[in-house]
């Protein structure tokens, strides 16, 4: 089982950002994406078909033989985690518990914000997991769902999306929070642009890095850290391959993406 790959969903590109740090955090495992494009965005979506997408992607990656299954989507650790974990018997993480653990470990106020889809943010799944965490917390959430769409076109420094970025921000900024969390691995490629406008007083959490850490952890427990050497292999799946989606997905991957094969895992 350790020298099986991790397996990795997203409904898009966003999940590369977790990818990314997979490489960077544990480089000797190798990898399994699938991106979903065909059906993004997931965010707009009903919970039932969200979870639907997101059991047919896990019995895709199943059949590629992983050895655990990493939710690199909001949306879908929102709306479908306890199915998956009820459904398939294989260590399954999400992006959202990594993700609130560590905005509660940097707060100093207690002024929490939250950005996402509306999926995720319309499901509380953020302030249900904080507020089980810490109590006499401050929750501030705000759905902005124009920046997946700026982010797979490939609008990360420009003039639009940074008057977006205000737009949305805005509400959140006046509540004087000190922690954001982007509840959307789409989002950290809007880092930047997010840093400049909330302040140098805002810590960003990005959920990638204390999500890799809690598959990091996991993997151990279990046994199932892969034991050889070297760089392990990534492979790249997608139900649909847009003309943009090399070039963008190698900005979210931070290296070149190769071999691309287009799929249907439904």
């Given amino acids: 089982m350790s020298r099986k790959p991790i397996g990795v969903f997203d409904s898009g ?17 190798p990898l399994i994406y699938f991106g979903d494009i065909a059906r993004l965005p997931y965010g707009i979506k009903s919970t039932r078909q969200i979870r639907e997408f997101s059991l047919q992607n896990t019995r895709f990656l199943l059949k590629q033989k992983v050895k655990a299954v990493v939710v690199a989507c909001n949306s879908s650790s929102s709306a479908a985690y306890s199915a998956l974990k009820h459904e398939f018997d294989i260590p399954i993480i999400d992006v959202i518990q990594p993700a609130c653990a ?44 124009l920046f997946v769409p700026l982010v ?5 420094d420009d003039e639009v999306t940074r008057e977006v970025i205000r737009r949305y921000l805005k509400p959140i900024k006046a509540k004087r929070i000190d922690t954001l969390i982007l509840g959307c691995t789409h989002y950290p490629l809007l ?4 840093e400049e406008y909330m302040g140098p007083r805002v810590r960003i959490v990005d959920s990638a890095e204390p999500t890799v850490g809690k598959l990091a952890s996991l993997l151990e427990r279990n046994g199932l850290s892969y034991p050889g050497s070297g760089r392990g292999r990534l492979k790249v799946f997608t139900s649909d391959l847009p003309r943009n989606f090399i070039g963008i997905g190698s900005r979210f991957l931070g290296e070149k993406l190769r071999g691309v094969k287009v799929i249907r895992a439904w």
């Fill in 13 to 29: 590109l966003g999940g590369l950002t977790v990818v990314r740090q997979i490489r960077r955090q544990l480089p000797r495992e």
């Fill in 102 to 145: 560590q905005a509660l470990s940097v707060t100093r106020s207690g002024r929490l914000g939250v950005i996402g889809t509306d999926a995720t943010i319309h499901s509380k799944v953020y302030v249900r997991t904080l507020k089980r965490a810490g109590g006499g917390l401050k929750i501030y959430s705000r759905a902005c769902p």
């Fill in 152 to 156: 797979e076109a490939g609008w990360f």
């Fill in 191 to 194: 880092r930047k642009g997010i």
